[in-house]
């Protein structure tokens, strides 16, 4: 099963969730308020968020008088180029994977941290990289063997502290590893509480003080998972760890298990943190580098449409 094919299947449940309601928009009908109305209310209903939402319909509004649409039906082209604006990446977004870089991965428990490391592993070493894993969420019982399993799948190495033990400590070790063995990709994981903010902005701090004087020529990602099942609860889970942590991108997990996928749009376009990751089903290959084309079009894609297209053309 090629990319997109992964990526259609794993938003199923959105797809088919946003699409029944497009199929009651989307009519022969001139467009109106009660159009804009309705399409308001299937997109919060698939938690693209009130912000987003009235963000994309503004959009959608200036496409229409732009492009002098008059048909409902033949809105449905401007909504995805609308929504497809607001996911798009900053330039240079995965420049980090390019040469020497350390990657810090945060996120609470449960939320699939511990496997997205091991999938970004192995999305790195099937590229020729060669990737090193630092157990450094020390306060979790049984994550570093839960992350030494994952480094085992991926076939890389990985470095590991005792239950308890300072992360910043464990990490150190980890760039004294990386360097000697010539690593390109260090991936931490750290970070897998949010109970106390100052705790946790000191800890990362200390974190980063450390790969500056150890390792200065390396590139910094910071990267949040997010689960995409929790709906609104991920867009509060993002908020309160930017604001300790100042991510640099999003790891969106669990896309598959949820008809609200549109979580992603809502934390992508209200905190500006980019999502750079997805995952969409539980393989080790099922975690996917974000292309907001692909993902607006697993989003609209319909199988029926294209047959009726097809019947259509013969």
């Known amino acids: 099963m090629g990319l997109f094919d992964k990526l259609k299947q794993g938003l199923g449940k959105t797809r088919e969730n946003i699409s029944r309601g497009f199929d009651s928009v989307f009519t022969p009908n001139e467009i109106d308020e009660d159009f804009y109305e309705e399409l308001e209310e299937i997109l919060i209903m698939s938690d693209v968020g009130v912000n987003a939402t009235g963000e994309i319909l503004t959009d959608l509004r200036a496409r229409v008088k732009e492009k002098h649409i008059k048909l409902a039906s033949d809105c449905r082209e401007a909504l995805k180029a609308a929504i497809e604006e607001r996911m798009e990446l900053p330039e240079g977004a995965y420049d980090f994977e390019k040469g020497k870089a350390v990657v810090l991965v945060i996120g609470v428990n449960g939320v699939g941290k511990t496997t997205s490391i091991g999938k970004l592993a192995h999305i790195y070493k099937s590229e020729g990289k060669k ?4 157990a450094a969420d020390t306060f979790r019982a049984a994550a570093g063997e839960q992350l030494s399993e994952w480094a085992d799948r991926a076939g890389v190495d990985i470095i590991r502290g005792a239950e308890g033990q300072d992360p910043a400590s464990v990490v150190f070790d980890a760039l004294q590893a990386a360097r000697a063995r010539n690593a390109d990709i260090l991936i931490c ?19 980063h003080r450390i790969i500056d004087r150890e390792y200065p020529g390396a590139a910094r990602e910071t990267l949040v998972v997010i689960d995409g099942t929790t709906g609104q609860n991920a867009l509060i889970q993002a908020r309160e760890f930017n604001e300790s942590a100042e991510a640099t991108g ?12 549109g979580i992603a749009i809502a934390v ?6 980019p999502v750079k990751y997805i995952g969409v089903g539980e393989g080790i290959d099922d975690l996917q580098r974000f292309d907001p084309e692909a993902f607006t079009e697993a989003l609209f ?10 019947d259509a053309d013969t």
């Not at 990737?131 to 630092?134: D, E, K, N, R």
């Not at 992508?268 to 943190?273: K, P, V």
């Not at 894609?301 to 097809?310: I, V």
């Open 131 to 134: 990737v090193m894993l630092a």
């Open 301 to 310: 894609d319909r199988d029926d449409e294209k047959e009726e297209n097809k």
């Open 250 to 261: 999003m790891i969106m997990t669990k896309l598959d298990g949820t008809a609200k996928g």
């Open 268 to 273: 992508q376009s209200e905190l500006n943190i």
């Open 189 to 207: 994981d750290t970070a897998g509480r949010l109970h106390n903010k100052k705790n946790l902005m000191e800890e990362l701090k200390k974190i």
